[in-house]
Structures are given as structure tokens and as C-alpha cells.
T-cell receptor
Framework: GQQVMQIPQYQHVQEGEDFTTYCNSS?????IQWYKQRPGGHPVFLIQ?????EVKKQKRLTFQFGEAKKNSSLHITATQTTDVGTYFC?????????FGTGTRLLVSP | NAGVTQTPKFQVLKTGQSMTLQCAQD?????MYWYRQDPGMGLRLIYY???????DKGEVPNGYNVSRLNKREFSLRLESAAPSQTSVYFC????????????FGPGTRLTVL
């Protein structure tokens, strides 16, 4: 079945540093979604990417979808302590999502 | 709107006990989902219901059953709990629209001793 992997599994940065998480699928994706889960919380939708090579920005967050639609990345510029949490990508399949393993981000002030 | 609600928030069971996790959504979504989350393994789909009256297995259905009671409610049952089912369980529902995003409940933290 479809597998979605993310790297790194964990990253600890100082506030103000940049952060990137990478998502790789074993199969071509139709769309990809990104979610954020705060510690002790539940996943919250951030964005969906649909087109090959698509780049979308949300303030300090930049999302990219690869040309082959098999990989994606999330880049955070100048991290803040409010960025702490686990970031998941999810491949969109028929009626369901396949979630990546997640990248846990810790930001020290 | 309450969004997606789950009960209970916490539960401790002994091996072999049964229980039902309840989930309800008030957003008129057709599709609902049950996931389990274990450290380092992300979210794994247990069962889903694409519409009222239908249910389908996900990635890890063994040891679980589900009921789509009506459009609002989707319950998950553990008939004979095992320690391997210790996990955080999330229910979600899906919007049909521009993003098709899933909305998650607050989760149930289950420990099986």
C-alpha cells in the first residue's frame, strides 16, 4: 500500500532559526495536505497542495509540492516558540488520507 | 458549532474488557474516520465511513469494530482490549469543498493494563 515518510523525525532549533520538514511518498499523489498538532492536542489542517510544482505561503510557512507529485516540503522561516508541535503531511487518496510519520519541532527561546 | 466531539477523554481498561468510544460531529459531513496515534508512527487509519450506512477497513482494523449510527455519530468498539491497543484515538470528519480537509476531535487517551 501507499507509504508516506517524513524526515527528520525530530528537530530542535533556537528561536529565529529556520526549519524544514520533507515528505516523500512511495506513489504519485493526487493532492497533499499538511497538518499541525500542538503538544497534547489534535491535528489541525494547514493547507492542501494540488498542482505539480505548486508553492504556497502562509506568513512564515512555505509549502512546496514536487514536480513529480511524490514529495513535498514545509519550510518555516525564523521559527517562534508558537511553532512548537508535530507537522504531518498526508497523501490524499480516494475517500481517505495516508499520513506521514510526522516531524516533531521543538523551539527553544 | 462544537465541531467534532469525543467521549471519553481518558480511559483505563484491563485486558479483555470491552468499551465503545463515541464520536459526533455537527458540521453535516458525510465522511468520518477513526485513527490511532502511537509515538513515532503518525496517525494510522482504523476504519472509516464514507457516508451514512457504509463502513470500510483502514490500515489497522484488527481488534476493532465500528458503527455509523447516523450522519452525526460514528462509534469505535474494542470487544476484548489488549495492551497493544494502548494509544490515543482520534475521530475526524471530512469537509467536501475546496480543500477537503479533515476536522479532528480532541482525542481519547486509552490505556490497557
Amino acid at each position: 500500500g501507499q507509504q508516506v515518510m517524513q524526515i527528520p523525525q525530530y528537530q530542535h532549533v533556537q528561536e529565529g532559526e529556520d526549519f524544514t520538514t520533507y515528505c516523500n511518498s512511495s506513489t504519485t499523489l493526487s493532492n497533499i495536505q499538511w497538518y499541525k498538532q500542538r503538544p497534547g492536542g489534535h491535528p489541525v489542517f494547514l493547507i492542501q497542495l494540488v498542482k505539480s510544482g505548486e508553492v504556497k505561503k502562509q506568513k512564515r510557512l512555505t509549502f512546496q509540492f514536487g514536480e513529480a507529485k511524490k514529495n513535498s516540503s514545509l519550510h518555516i522561516t525564523a521559527t517562534q516558540t508558537t511553532d512548537v508541535g508535530t507537522y504531518f503531511c498526508a497523501g490524499v487518496g480516494f475517500q481517505k488520507l495516508v499520513f506521514g510519520t510526522g516531524t516533531r519541532l521543538l523551539v527553544s527561546p | 458549532n462544537a465541531g467534532v466531539t469525543q467521549t471519553p477523554k481518558f480511559q483505563v481498561l484491563k485486558t479483555g474488557q470491552s468499551m465503545t468510544l463515541q464520536c459526533a460531529q455537527d458540521m453535516n459531513h458525510n465522511s468520518m474516520y477513526w485513527y490511532r496515534q502511537d509515538p513515532g508512527m503518525g496517525l494510522r487509519l482504523i476504519y472509516y465511513s464514507a457516508s451514512e450506512g457504509t463502513t470500510d477497513k483502514g490500515e489497522v482494523p484488527n481488534g476493532y469494530n465500528v458503527s455509523r449510527l447516523n450522519k452525526r455519530e460514528f462509534s469505535l468498539r474494542l470487544e476484548s482490549a489488549a495492551p497493544s491497543q494502548t494509544s490515543v484515538y482520534f475521530c475526524a470528519s471530512r469537509a467536501i469543498g475546496r480543500n477537503n480537509e479533515q476536522f479532528f476531535g480532541p482525542g481519547t487517551r486509552l490505556t490497557v493494563l
